[in-house]
Each structure stands twice: as C-alpha cells, then as structure tokens.
C-alpha cells in the first residue's frame, strides 16, 4: 500500500457526515455549472440543490482544513445559506466554484473571530477509537501545513476529489493543484517522519 493510499484510508469518504454526499465528478464548470446559477436565480430550487451536491464536498474540505470537525457541518449549511442569499452579487456565473471558495475562506476567518477562547480535549479522549485517533492525528499534521498545501490535501484525501475535480470546483488550474498536492505530501512525509523519530 502507498503512503498515498494509506493516509487516504484514515479518512473514509463517508465519515460520518450526512449533510454533504461524496465528491461527484465535476464537469467543465464554464457550462454546466454556469447553467445551475442561471437556473437558481431564475428561481429553480433543485438547480441549487445540484450545485449544493457538486460543491459540498469542496466547502467541507475547505472548512475542515481550518476549523474544529465538530464545527465544519453547521458551518457548510451557513456557507450555503449565504451564497444562496447573495447569488445575485455573483459577477461572473462561470466563476461560482471559486466565489464559494472566497466565502468558504472567510467563513472559517468568521468563525475564528467569534470563537472564544476554548481548550481542546487531548486526541484519545476527544476521538473514540484508534483509526479515528490516527484520522484526527494525521488531520493536526495537515492543518498545521502552509494554506495551499492543507486546503488541497483535505479536499483529496478527506472529500476524495481528484485532482481535476479540486481544479474545476476551486478556480485553480491543474497544474497548481498538482504542485500543491506534490509538496504538500512531501512536507507532510516530513512532519510525519519527524513524529515518528519523537
């Protein structure tokens, strides 16, 4: 087994989430994603519905890269909530991937900025189990990763997007993705080594 493939087993796509279905292929987003917003702004409630299942998997790993696991669901439904409010405000409705990403982004700065100052259960008494241990350890690893690299390897490894999908749902090209995903494994392979020799 890769080491790929066994941090990708600590985190089951499922995971115990209801309120957001498993990463979808993404299709060419200047189309079809495009049509949803046109619809739901027409007032279609199932073309919003669609967008919610394209890009929930993208908002929770976004959220889940730099908030607490138990806030990251109520969070999804409230970054919903506030693009479906402010549709109208989008610019360019080709882009809707990358603008649920910025609000996203500055929900989990929100969420930060109102939080008030609380002390974390230590891992074996906050998670049950060892692979939940061990999920919850490697999740630490990668939140204490540079942005780009933590954003990128949730939304691979704990939403299981590919590459192509975290490219056409975020606004990044493939190659940035790409290059996050490789140094990003690589700087986590340190961290992870680092603990190991502790």
Same mark, same amino acid.
């Given at each position: 087994?890769s080491e790929? @493939?066994?941090?990708?087993? &600590?985190? $089951?796509?499922?995971?115990?989430?209801?309120?957001?279905? =498993?990463? #979808?292929?993404?299709?060419?987003?200047?189309?079809?994603?495009?049509?949803?917003?046109?619809?739901?702004?027409?007032?279609? #409630?199932?073309?919003? @519905?669609?967008?919610?299942?394209?890009?929930? $998997?993208?908002? +929770?790993?976004? %959220?889940? /890269?730099?908030?607490?696991?138990?806030?990251?669901?109520?969070?999804? #439904?409230?970054? !919903?909530?506030?693009?479906?409010?402010?549709?109208?405000?989008?610019?360019?409705?080709?882009?809707?991937?990358?603008? %649920? /990403?910025?609000?996203?982004?500055?929900?989990?700065?929100?969420? +930060?900025?109102?939080?008030? *100052?609380?002390?974390? %259960? $230590? &891992?074996?008494? /906050? #998670?049950?189990? +060892?692979?939940? =241990? @061990?999920? /919850? *350890?490697?999740? =630490?690893l990668i939140?204490?990763?540079?942005?780009?690299?933590? *954003?990128?390897?949730?939304?691979? !490894?704990? @939403?299981?997007?590919?590459?192509?999908?975290?490219?056409?749902?975020?606004?990044?090209?493939? =190659?940035?993705?790409?290059?996050?995903? +490789?140094?990003?494994?690589? &700087? %986590?392979?340190?961290?992870?080594?680092?603990?190991?020799?502790?």
């Open positions: 087994m790929v @493939e066994a941090i990708a087993d &600590l985190f $089951p796509i499922s995971n115990g989430r209801q309120s957001v279905v =498993a990463a #979808q292929p993404v299709p060419d987003a200047t189309t079809a994603h495009g049509s949803l917003v046109k619809a739901t702004r027409c007032g279609d #409630q199932s073309a919003f @519905e669609r967008l919610y299942d394209l890009y929930g $998997p993208m908002v +929770h790993g976004i %959220l889940l /890269a730099r908030v607490p696991w138990d806030a990251v669901d109520d969070l999804v #439904q409230d970054v !919903f909530l506030h693009a479906f409010k402010k549709l109208d405000t989008l610019r360019d409705i080709n882009a809707f991937g990358g603008w %649920l /990403a910025m609000i996203t982004r500055n929900r989990a700065v929100d969420y +930060h900025r109102r939080s008030r *100052e609380t002390e974390e %259960l $230590p &891992l074996d008494l /906050a #998670q049950r189990g +060892h692979a939940h =241990a @061990e999920a /919850a *350890e490697a999740l =630490a939140r204490n990763l540079p942005e780009a690299y933590r *954003e990128t390897l949730v939304l691979r !490894f704990v @939403e299981g997007m590919t590459g192509p999908e975290i490219a056409a749902a975020t606004g990044l090209t493939p =190659a940035s993705v790409r290059v996050n995903l +490789h140094r990003g494994m690589k &700087l %986590l392979r340190e961290k992870m080594g680092v603990m190991e020799g502790i």
